[in-house]
């Protein structure tokens, strides 16, 4: 699919102050095609195979002097097609972006310029939103955050440490690992790299193999503030994903090649991947013994020493696990599989026999995060205990791990304390209601049992949270 916006300027928002400096000398508000037609560059589609926009796109660009198109032969997804277009790329720098892009005013100068003070850097401006529905234009929500992952190889994001916090906001920071595919980077240097491995399939994991290798074969990596493109995030995937394990397959291959040792965590939490092929990984081996790359370990303790804060290898053990039995009820808590929105409820506890039915989910983990999440410690499911106010029910929502409204204290009188809205975890035994209460520990239906407790783990909790 390609986008094609006309004759429209975006609204610099909050970061026209970034922008001032330099806003004269390349902003262009009469060009027609911003977002393509820019500055002295060649702009290569490199198109997925695909029969639509055929001639149409060819007649429409032909006004273009400076487009050129290069269409693959067959279906090869992304990986693939972009290192065709970048192998008959002739500037200096390449700059990838997907067709659903929209890029904001003064966007390349700043990333050409770290890439003017270090050629071995890649570059990746900061995403903005483009609404689906109707290409509405929005600033990415929040501060700028640091690219990330979890064991499982999810992309997250962390806040920038203080260490790494720059007095100029608007300066580029350092980032362990890109967002997606949006960046800059200079061509000699990219190809040097070995480009994208191209024993990738279709999408998925390069955004991480790209940015270890930058990191650990003596380059560096900047998100840049200054730099804003809007990207439309869909709801979902309009095209058929060949059936298979190609995402799975690209992750175990870019760990294999680059994780070294810390690739163990992935297939711990993976299990399934152990036994996934790789395929040929032996070029990539001998680019990174070529290159003289560095080591994961070596990444991890200089690059992404403030990860495993967020996204510990090795999960800490939990304060307490379990069933959740009420006192006063001699019920227990009951999630039924829920997902976002569930509302907690009492039941019959299963461990009493009772009707032992798949609907019920009874065990929870109350872990290092200090929140409270369905499932036994090694494998809780990414939902947790989430209320709003002193009276509102208690219910599952998507783990943010910051504590914040998520965060629980459970306390020697049994009661699960709820420190950001000062109450309780309460329940009416009769209608099977769980809610939030101004806490009374004399109260039995406050007072909750865990089936197993850490009183080491659980008095380190309580000690930091002077409760
Ligand atoms: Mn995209």
């Known amino acids: 699919m390609m986008v094609i916006f006309q004759n429209r300027i975006i609204p610099d928002g909050e970061h026209t102050a970034f922008l001032s400096n330099t806003n004269k000398i390349f902003q262009y508000p009469s060009e027609p095609l911003r977002s393509f037609l820019y500055l002295l560059y060649i702009y290569i589609f490199y198109m997925y195979f695909s029969e639509h926009l055929k001639e149409k796109l060819e007649d429409y660009m032909s006004y273009y002097s400076k487009v050129r198109i290069v269409r693959t032969k067959k279906r090869e997804g992304l990986i693939r097609t972009r ?13 990838f972006l997907d067709s659903h892009c929209e890029v904001n005013v003064n966007w390349l100068p700043p990333l050409l310029n770290q890439i003017a003070l270090n050629h071995k850097t890649i570059v990746c401006p900061m995403i903005d939103v483009i609404d689906h529905n109707h290409f509405g234009y929005e600033a990415q929500a929040g501060d700028a955050m640091r690219g990330a992952f979890d064991w499982e190889m ?5 806040p920038i440490p203080p260490e790494l916090q720059r007095t100029d906001p608007s300066d580029p920071f350092e980032s362990p690992v890109m967002a997606g595919g949006l960046f800059a980077v200079d061509r000699k240097w990219f190809w040097e790299l070995g480009g994208y491995d191209p024993g990738l399939e279709i999408w998925g994991g390069e955004q991480y193999e790209i940015s270890f290798k930058v990191w650990m074969c003596g380059g560096e990596m900047y998100d840049v503030p200054c730099s804003r493109v809007g990207h439309i995030y869909r709801k979902y995937v309009p095209y058929k994903v060949p059936t298979g394990t190609s995402l799975a397959r690209n992750l175990k291959r870019v760990a294999e090649t680059w994780m070294d040792e810390f690739a163990e965590y992935i297939y711990q939490r993976r299990p399934e991947y152990r036994h996934l092929s790789t ?9 990174r013994k070529h290159l003289k790359c560095k080591d994961f ?31 006063a009820s001699n019920l227990c808590i009951d999630s039924k599989h829920g997902a976002t929105g569930t509302e907690l409820r009492l039941d019959n506890c299963v ?22 999440r369905p499932g036994e410690p090694l494998h809780t499911r990414k939902f947790c ?42 329940c009416n035994p009769a209608e099977k209601k769980i809610f939030m209460n101004r806490c009374d520990p004399l109260s039995e239906t406050q007072q909750w049992i865990f089936e197993h407790i850490n009183m080491t783990i659980l008095q380190k909790f309580n000690i930091y949270n002077n409760s």
């Open 154 to 158: 999810y992309y997250k994001r962390i």
């Open 385 to 426: 205990f989430d209320s709003i106010s002193q009276s509102s029910p208690v219910t599952l929502y998507d783990c943010h791990g910051m504590k914040g409204n998520q965060h629980w204290s459970y306390r020697k009188d049994k009661t699960l304390f709820h420190p950001v809205s000062n109450s309780c975890v309460d």
């Open 83 to 95: 290192l065709l277009g970048a192998s008959v790329a002739k500037g200096e720098v390449l700059t």
């Open 351 to 372: 461990k009493d026999g009772t009707e032992r039915t798949w609907s019920h989910e009874q065990l929870f983990t109350f872990g290092w995060r200090q929140d409270i």
């Open 279 to 287: 395929g040929d990984i032996s070029s990539q081996k001998e680019l």
């Open 297 to 327: 370990k070596w990444f991890m303790s200089e690059v992404a020493w403030d990860i495993p804060k967020f996204y510990p290898p090795v999960e800490p053990p939990p304060a307490s696990w379990g069933e959740i039995r009420n006192v």
